[in-house]
């Protein structure tokens, strides 16, 4: 504690991020439940560019008064704010308390970029759709000119408190927004490279993106830059897993041939949700320490997490292959398959399924939490088909079975009539 007490003066802005390699953990609003409990599903298709947006621009709808009455002030006096909010949030960023330079960067931010509901009225909170906001962000040049510094300086200092929490998504989103406003300062393309050449999750394109950055920043500088032999080496190491993956899909194929089945079923694979459920368990728990400042538990949590991380990609990689991958197509081809056959697409598709549960059951996970899940899913599933039933449409007469009902029903007339006569 002593530590953060001597630090505790130091006002100036993060001068390098302090990046260490892991998997992201999706970065919540403190208002979290407030805003899930706003979006039901028939709001779904009218929030469309505000679950797009980025959380800290989602959470200025919800900033305190006195931060909303200072956006209404004049800009010295809102420059003035946002400097003692930036102070703020770089003293708790040098004591390591990045949730609350979070907050203070994020009153800083909202001062100049905001979002507001039209009407203000409790009732309406109820309802978040994109048409019920006013995004309210510089428009006029000066302004623009006077706004430019400050902005870019406060996104940074966002993503340098975001990277420790391996929020590295939303620290992309603000460098890329910081970058709009200053696309010709080279330190951006760097940080931007850094966070995705950390990220354990980082997929082929995010790679590519990371050496393009990397490569700009090389050349804007005039620095050779090793990072982009570490970025290349990544991909290269990226692209031999998944060729190593395509080549045991299809030696599988070749040496069990293809099924007879060619209905394609669309539901994700039981173990791939049960470990959905236990990283969005392991995040819920996370932010419920971290709204009590709870730092040991919070340590414990992410140390199980990490061990379900690298199972739940490894699983979404396998889940996300499919033969319109150029690796996979090419091997089929190779080995005499047609990508295009319905046959060939289900039996990939099992060889999948059997690989995420191979990988669910050399997992190590936390028993108790496990089984929670899995009952968990179990009634989700349970419900998902009783739904079904409920819902399934009664079978519907087309006029040709009504043309042939009423000939039946004729036919078997005539003959009861003729029976009695007789």
Same mark, same amino acid.
């Not at 001068?15 to 990046?19: S, T």
């Not at 002030?73 to 102070?87: H, I, Q, T, V, Y």
């Not at 994109?130 to 995004?135: F, P």
């Not at 990544?234 to 692209?239: I, L, M, V």
């Given at each position: 504690?002593?530590?953060?007490?001597?630090?505790?003066e130091?006002?100036?802005?993060p001068?390098?991020?302090?990046?260490e390699?892991g998997?992201p953990?999706?970065?919540?609003?403190?208002f979290?439940?407030?805003?899930?409990?706003?979006?039901?599903?028939?709001?779904?298709?009218?929030r469309?560019?505000?679950?797009?947006?980025?959380?800290?621009?989602k959470n200025?709808?919800?900033?305190? &008064?006195h931060? =909303?009455? $200072?956006?209404?002030? #004049?800009?010295?006096?809102? !420059?003035?704010?946002?400097?003692? @909010? *930036?102070?703020?949030?770089?003293k708790?960023?040098?004591?390591? &308390?990045?949730? =609350?330079? $979070?907050e203070c960067? #994020?009153?800083?931010?909202? !001062?100049?970029?905001?979002?507001? @509901? *039209?009407?203000e009225?409790?009732?309406?909170?109820?309802?978040?759709t994109?048409?019920?906001?006013?995004?309210f962000?510089?428009?006029?040049?000066?302004?623009?000119?006077?706004?430019?510094?400050?902005?870019?300086?406060?996104?940074?200092n966002l993503?340098?408190?975001?990277?420790p929490?391996?929020h590295f998504?939303?620290?992309?989103?603000?460098?890329?927004?910081?970058?709009?406003?200053?696309?010709d300062?080279?330190?951006l393309?760097?940080?931007?490279?850094?966070?995705?050449?950390?990220?354990l999750?980082?997929?082929?394109?995010?790679?590519?993106?990371?050496?393009?950055?990397?490569?700009?920043?090389a050349?804007?500088?005039?620095v050779?830059?090793?990072?982009?032999?570490?970025?290349?080496a990544?991909?290269?190491?990226?692209?031999s897993?998944?060729?190593?993956?395509?080549?045991?899909?299809?030696?599988s194929?070749?040496?069990?041939?293809?099924?007879?089945?060619?209905e394609?079923?669309?539901?994700?694979?039981?173990?791939?949700?049960?470990?959905?459920?236990?990283?969005?368990?392991?995040?819920?728990i996370l932010?419920?320490?971290q709204?009590g400042?709870?730092?040991?538990?919070r340590?414990?949590?992410?140390?199980?997490?990490g061990?379900?991380?690298p199972?739940?990609?490894?699983?979404?990689r396998i889940?996300?292959?499919t033969?319109?991958?150029?690796t996979?197509?090419?091997e089929?081809?190779?080995?005499?398959?047609?990508?295009?056959d319905?046959?060939v697409i289900?039996s990939v598709e099992?060889?999948?399924?059997?690989?995420?549960?191979?990988?669910f059951?050399?997992?190590?996970?936390n028993?108790?939490?496990l089984?929670?899940?899995i009952?968990?899913?179990?009634?989700?599933?349970?419900l998902?088909r009783n739904?079904e039933?409920?819902?399934?449409?009664?079978?519907?007469?087309?006029?040709k079975y009504?043309?042939?009902?009423?000939a039946?029903?004729?036919?078997v007339g005539?003959?009861?009539?003729i029976y009695?006569?007789l």
């Open positions: 504690m002593s530590s953060k007490q001597g630090n505790s130091n006002t100036q802005d001068d390098e991020f302090l990046f390699d998997y953990i999706t970065q919540t609003s403190p979290q439940n407030f805003i899930d409990y706003c979006k039901p599903a028939e709001l779904a298709q009218k469309k560019k505000f679950n797009k947006r980025p959380v800290y621009l200025t709808l919800f900033h305190p &008064d931060c =909303k009455k $200072l956006r209404k002030r #004049e800009l010295s006096d809102k !420059l003035s704010a946002f400097d003692d @909010f *930036k102070k703020a949030g770089n708790f960023y040098h004591t390591k &308390d990045y949730e =609350k330079a $979070l960067y #994020e009153y800083a931010y909202g !001062l100049f970029k905001y979002l507001e @509901f *039209k009407i009225d409790e009732l309406k909170l109820k309802t978040i994109d048409d019920s906001l006013t995004y962000f510089p428009k006029e040049i000066n302004e623009i000119k006077l706004f430019k510094s400050p902005i870019v300086t406060i996104l940074v993503a340098a408190a975001m990277v929490l391996r998504n939303e620290a992309i989103a603000a460098i890329t927004e910081a970058l709009e406003y200053d696309s300062n080279v330190s393309y760097a940080k931007r490279s850094q966070i995705r050449y950390h990220d999750s980082a997929n082929e394109k995010e790679l590519k993106l990371a050496i393009e950055d990397a490569k700009m920043y050349q804007m500088s005039g050779k830059w090793s990072l982009i032999g570490k970025l290349e990544k991909f290269n190491e990226y692209k897993e998944e060729l190593t993956l395509v080549k045991e899909i299809t030696t194929l070749v040496r069990h041939g293809i099924g007879d089945s060619e394609l079923s669309n539901e994700v694979e039981f173990e791939q949700k049960v470990v959905n459920k236990m990283v969005e368990k392991y995040e819920e932010r419920f320490y709204e400042n709870k730092y040991l538990q340590s414990r949590v992410r140390k199980e997490m061990e379900v991380q199972i739940f990609f490894k699983m979404k889940l996300d292959l033969v319109e991958n150029e996979l197509k090419h089929l081809i190779e080995s005499g398959f047609d990508p295009q319905k046959k289900c099992s060889i999948k399924k059997f690989k995420i549960s191979m990988t059951s050399g997992g190590k996970l028993d108790q939490l089984n929670w899940c009952d968990k899913c179990s009634e989700e599933e349970k998902k739904a039933v409920d819902v399934k449409p009664k079978k519907r007469w087309s006029w009504l043309i042939i009902g009423a039946i029903t004729a036919v005539w003959g009861i009539t009695f006569k």
